[in-house]
């Protein structure tokens, strides 16, 4: 296993294959890399990528998958259970709707990063820009740099790590979930309030932080929601007239 | 009635009226209105759809079938095809409908599990697909289903690329026709444990979904999103856009070109189970209106034919259905219709209706989730009301009596296919149903679209 021929690709060891994206279609890089997991390849290797869309989408099993170069929208979106690297910047939708498994991005990210994911873990070395975790429904996105405006924007559930920081209306209208700040925060967005820090939340951080070799000291604050927007109500109505 | 001189305390002779005089702009439904608003202290929000008293809409056409100058077909022996085919453009496997009807997206939660698992197993019966809704995919509803289309929302409430893959057909909903340019609502009442649990949410919010995409915003973004979803689904199934018919010219051409196989036309007859009531009225056009549109669109960018049109809301016998082929149409949905075959507004449970304040007939109570018929609720005891294997019948025999009514209209018009149907065969009854559509007025034999256009460019053509 590993040392068959592919078109556009070479296997490297056993278990192991470097795929060149330069003279495949999308489709033909994404057949042949369900294909490789299918069959037990455990080390993937895409160089080329090129800022190319729409690569390792929808990607199930075990296994690792580096990406040597930029990814455009929706990097390893769908994720199911591959660990994915990207050793470059990505676009907008990076890792979308993970289910599970682990996005490293060693640059930054364009928009909606991290949007509507339901379990893994998300990790953007660099910056991410607006709507980071829109929709969180779970897992933890880790943003090593700053974030947007409306990051974490009616997040559901998980968790939310930016170290830098972050833009106006930080957490609007969130329901659950928790999103930790390093820096400054621009701005809560509406109900979004914040919290002190326990323990096991320091706990958490520091883990995180040292498993994805993230330096620096940093003045955490927690967000969460004031869970005003849970039900309609007209006494709300100073927070209403800006959710509606 | 005269009006009757009548003493009042003072001694004055004033007129009052025996049969009550209401004002046309401070009707009794606006006084009401502005006081509920006045306790409330926010918008309304019901379910059902609009209550405009009039519409132009496909009312407004009649058939002229075939006689001496055309040739009808016999009802008894000659073949009316009715198979349709769905995602012909790009997918390998395209959905076949059995007839050109299926069920539009409804949501778990909106709908009770009966409600939805009975009109998958209809759906399998008949032959034709139904769709999920703002609320992820039930398993039970997968299982009853053979064609499952498979909605892409906003929300992405459950969303789980399991379910995208075994999916018969993606769309991804841009918008609805009872509420376009908003997002869902389902009030606490519906937000069960288990409702909650699907969407990722807190039991018994009020919870309101976003209206945009959260991964994509314009056009060409939705051609990477296209894309994407192509490749997780390995370009076996159609890819579907729902849009509401608003600014149909616009949307229907950007939507071509970002490479989906059908376009969802979502008119403003269209229901929804929660939505500010402000909405239903005065949103969207006409489906009539909006399908006109459309295909003139398509013929626009010489897609009509490849791109595919699905014709929603308010489609309520087999007779909409032939009227919204012969414009263009390549199949119909049907929601409301549907749900009224299961039972919905049926005069049973009256004492439950009345608790409500209602009569069967003008419900329009499904955001409550108090349904009297087990249809539209989340409670245990509402929803078995509604017996699966019964109101699946129901569903089976209203869409084969829809598909009879449409092969009638095509046999007499002589069409040995329905989508054979053309404008040639309609008639328009009113001057705005002519300008609408381009079918000449009854009785005449021009195209007063084509002439007011020629008038309005000046060129007389």
């Known amino acids: 296993m590993g040392f068959q021929t592919r078109a556009g690709g070479s296997a490297l060891m056993a278990g192991s294959f470097r795929l060149d994206c330069a003279a495949l279609s999308t489709r033909e890089i994404n057949q042949t890399l369900r294909q490789l997991l299918a069959e037990g390849v455990r080390d993937i290797v895409l160089t080329n990528p090129a800022g190319r869309h729409n690569l390792g989408v929808a990607l199930r099993g075990e296994g690792r998958i580096t990406l040597e170069g930029d990814a455009g929208y929706y990097a390893a979106a769908m994720l199911e259970g591959p660990s994915v690297r990207i050793l470059g910047n990505c676009g907008w939708g990076t890792a979308e709707n993970m289910m599970r498994g682990e996005v490293v991005v060693e640059g930054s990210a364009g928009n909606a990063t991290g949007a509507t994911i339901r379990g893994g873990t998300l990790v953007v070395k660099g910056h991410a820009s607006s709507r980071t975790g829109i929709s969180q429904k779970g897992g933890l996105i880790l943003v090593g740099g700053n974030s947007g405006y409306m990051t974490g924007f009616m997040m559901q559930k998980g968790v939310m790590v930016i170290c830098g920081d972050v833009g106006e209306a930080l957490g609007d209208s969130m329901y659950e979930g928790t999103i930790y700040v390093g820096g400054r925060i621009a701005e809560l967005g509406n109900d979004a309030v914040l919290r002190d820090l326990q323990e096991s939340d320091l706990e958490l951080l520091d883990a995180q932080l040292a498993r994805y070799g993230i330096p620096g000291r940093f003045d955490w604050k927690k967000v969460v929601s004031g869970r005003r927007l849970w039900n309609f109500s007209k006494k709300e109505m100073g927070v209403w007239i800006h959710a509606l | ?461």
């Open chain 2, 1 to 461: 009635m005269d009006p009757r001189a009548v003493e009042d305390g003072h001694g004055q002779g004033v007129a009052r009226r025996a049969v009550p005089r209401h004002s046309a702009i401070w009707s009794p439904e606006v006084i009401e209105d502005i006081q509920v608003k006045a306790e409330l202290g926010h918008y309304r929000i019901r379910g059902f759809s609009t209550l405009r008293k009039r519409l132009p809409g496909f009312d407004d056409l009649t058939f002229i079938p075939s006689s001496l100058s055309r040739m009808p077909l016999e009802g008894y022996r000659e073949k009316c095809v009715t198979e349709t085919r769905l995602g012909t453009r790009f997918a390998k496997n395209p959905i076949v409908l059995s007839t050109p009807i299926a069920i539009t997206g409804m949501s778990y939660g909106a709908l009770s599990r009966n409600a939805k698992v009975a009109l998958g197993t209809a759906a399998t019966r008949l032959g034709i697909s139904t769709t999920t809704g703002d609320g992820g995919m039930l398993p039970a509803e997968r299982e009853a289903s053979r064609q499952l289309v498979y909605q892409v929302l906003p929300s992405r409430y459950g969303f789980d690329p399991q379910h995208l893959r075994s999916a018969n057909a993606v769309e991804i909903c841009v918008g609805q026709g009872a509420k376009p340019g908003t997002g869902g609502v389902l009030l606490g009442e519906k937000v069960s444990a288990e409702i909650a649990a699907i969407r990722d949410l807190p039991p018994g919010v009020d919870q309101r979904s976003p209206v945009r995409h959260p991964d994509w915003i314009g056009p060409d973004d939705l051609i990477i999103k296209v894309e994407e979803l192509r490749e997780a689904t390995d370009w076996q199934v159609p890819i579907y856009c729902k849009i509401g018919t608003t600014r149909v010219p616009y949307d229907v051409k950007l939507a071509a070109k970002a490479g989906v196989d059908v376009i969802v036309l979502d008119g403003m007859e269209a229901a929804s189970g929660a939505s500010p009531d402000i909405l239903f009225d005065h949103t969207a056009i006409p489906l009539m209106a909006g399908l006109v549109e459309a295909v003139e669109a398509l013929e626009d960018i010489g897609l009509l034919g490849e791109v595919q049109l699905i014709a929603a809301g308010g489609i309520r016998s087999g007779v909409d259905v032939a009227k919204a082929l012969a414009l263009g149409a390549d199949a119909c949905y049907i929601g409301t219709a549907a749900l009224i075959a299961l039972n919905c507004n049926k005069p049973l449970y009256l004492e439950d209706y009345h608790a409500l304040g209602v009569e069967p007939g003008a419900c329009q109570q499904c955001h409550t989730g108090r349904c009297p018929v087990g249809i539209t609720t989340q409670d245990p005891e509402l929803m078995q009301r509604l017996e699966v294997e019964a109101a699946a019948e129901r569903v089976v025999n209203f869409v084969n009596a829809m598909t009879m009514e449409l092969q009638i209209i095509a046999r007499a018009c002589g069409k040995a296919d329905v989508h054979d149907l053309e404008p040639e065969d309609l008639r328009a009854l009113t001057l705005e149903a002519a300008l609408i559509t381009g079918i000449p007025l009854a009785g005449t034999d021009f195209n007063l679209k084509q002439i007011f256009r020629g008038l309005a460019r000046g060129d007389g053509r």
